[in-house]
């Protein structure tokens, strides 16, 4: 079994791709590589796709990236368990609007704009938060609403289809935190930087069989 998470130079992959290692070795879930090699995600069994930063500049990055082609035939066409994660996850809808309207990957249905927190709060949204859970799911089993996730991020994605959110969290208002769809499934919090829950969640994926 081979992880393959993607290195398009946008993400902090060093916590990444330790906590996917720990949690592999712990689960039996085989090797966790980084890399920016086409032909070893299109052979990986799992795709993570990390991202930090403006949803322009990472979507821009994406697209040039020689793995991009490879990505998207593992998990269109290959039906390949797929994992993103903070600007990772936000790729993943329709369309983002972070100065200016930018494609995404159409794999959920839903729009990332900026967060607009009642009651003063800051934006980014930064810190710990509880989960809500909306809708189970393989990759949250033995995780419960009121467990902590760690977020970075001053944009979020509006989903469309009910049925493709399956966790939020109120910070002056609803947020959105996991969507999930056939194969793929993100979270918009770092589970490599949210302790035992995230590495909880980090094994599931590890181990899932959609």
Known sequence: ??????????????????????????????????????DVVARADRIVLPGDGAFPACAKALRAAGTFAAMVEAVEAKGRPFLGICVGMQLMARQGLEYEPTDGLG??????????PAGGL?????????????????????????????????????VETPAQRLAHVDYGGDVTAIVARDTMIGF????????????????????WTP
């Open 1 to 38: 079994m081979l992880t393959a998470i993607i290195d398009y130079e946008s993400g902090n992959l060093h916590s990444a791709e330790k906590a996917f290692q720990r949690m592999a070795a712990e689960v039996g879930a085989g090797e966790v590589v980084v890399t920016a090699e086409a």
């Open 107 to 116: 794999w959920i249905n839903g729009v990332v704009e900026r967060i607009t």
């Open 188 to 207: 918009q919090f770092h589970p490599e930087k949210s302790a035992a829950t995230g590495l909880r969640m980090i094994a599931n994926f590890l181990t």
């Open 122 to 158: 800051k934006v980014p949204h930064m810190g710990w938060n509880d989960l809500v859970i909306d809708q189970p799911h393989a990759v949250l089993e033995g995780v419960e609403t009121g467990e902590h996730a760690y977020f970075v991020h001053s944009y979020q994605m509006r």
